[in-house]
């Protein structure tokens, strides 16, 4: 086949630096594709990359922009009909996955994002947190979400760019939630395949240390950015009933948590571009109204 029928893929892989085993990991598995034309890049959130394969263009940031602004600085650099975002910690372990994830979106022109089923390489059981649904189920088990995992995502370049990008005020936490809305909101799906796989070591979230103050500034921010103004509080008042509940033997994690959704609603969220109601409406008869 040649590299005219092809489908072209760029690639986008974000980094510290801080792990430089994994990263090589990771590209290895994305030069390892299969039955694709590969465009990569590797951006350094306040690194310069280096020792990088000569297939593989580097992206030097000179200080850490937060996840969503760095693999949005990444996308202008790599061509493709279709966008693969893949963090410096994961890697994909089939040489096909590309090219499966591409005949999916093609076979099913609704689905404008797909999230991979996420394993840890060494057999530790995942965390249900990796399966992106209220209703967990199997993790084979492939349907329509409303947020995603954001260490391995395929969509095409042109859903990507309609949805504004990933969320660059959000710095990190959540913008997996407003790419998933946004891609609903173009009259489309964002889709958890269980039948691909990426791999991810399990980590627990809280190791960042702004984990709670920004999750909950986050979550404010991704209604005050994102729902029609009436649902606005009805979004936030249902997360922090939900915190309240689930931290009130954590203290401390409480006190932080409130002082970013504090921080929430006193702060610039950035550009404002409420989902229409028939996008609500197609959200909710699919489960998921954006209320909670």
């Known amino acids: 086949m040649s590299d005219t029928v092809l489908p072209r893929v760029g690639v986008v892989v974000l980094t510290q630096g801080t792990r430089p085993d994994d ?16 465009d990569v890049v590797c951006v350094g959130n306040g690194w310069v ?69 996420v394993t840890d390489p060494t057999g530790a059981a995942a965390p249900t947190r990796w399966i992106p649904r209220i209703r967990k189920g199997a993790a084979t088990e492939s349907g329509a979400v409303f947020s995603v995992w954001e260490g391995a995502v395929v969509m095409p370049r042109a859903v990507f760019l ?33 039948n691909l796989e990426a791999n991810h070591p399990v980590i627990q979230p809280t190791r960042h240390a702004d984990y709670y103050r920004l999750n909950a500034r986050n979550r404010v921010w991704l209604a005050r950015r994102n729902l029609p103004a009436v649902l606005v509080p009805v979004y936030a008042g249902s997360w922090l009933a939900i915190q309240l509940l689930r931290f009130r033997s954590d203290r401390p994690a409480l006190r932080a948590w409130l002082a970013g959704f504090r921080e929430g609603w006193r702060s610039n969220p950035g550009e404002r571009r409420p989902i229409s109601a028939r996008t609500i409406w197609r959200m909710s008869l699919a489960g998921r109204p954006p209320i909670v």
């Open 49 to 117: 990359p280096t020792g990088l394969p000569g297939a593989v263009q580097a992206l030097a940031l000179t200080e850490n922009l937060g996840i969503p602004a760095g693999r949005n600085r990444g996308v202008p650099l790599v061509t493709g009909e279709y966008l693969f975002f893949l963090d410096d910690d994961a890697s994909i372990p089939d040489p096909r996955f590309l090219s499966r994830a591409v005949a999916q979106l093609r076979a099913d022109p609704s689905i404008g994002l797909l999230q991979p089923r």
């Open 162 to 194: 309609a949805t504004g990008g990933w969320a660059e005020p959000f710095f990190y936490a959540h913008e997996g939630i407003e790419l998933a809305w946004r891609v609903w909101d173009q009259g489309l799906r964002t889709w958890y395949a269980g």
């Open 23 to 38: 990263l090589a990991s990771g590209i290895r598995s994305v030069l390892a594709q299969q039955e694709v034309v590969l």
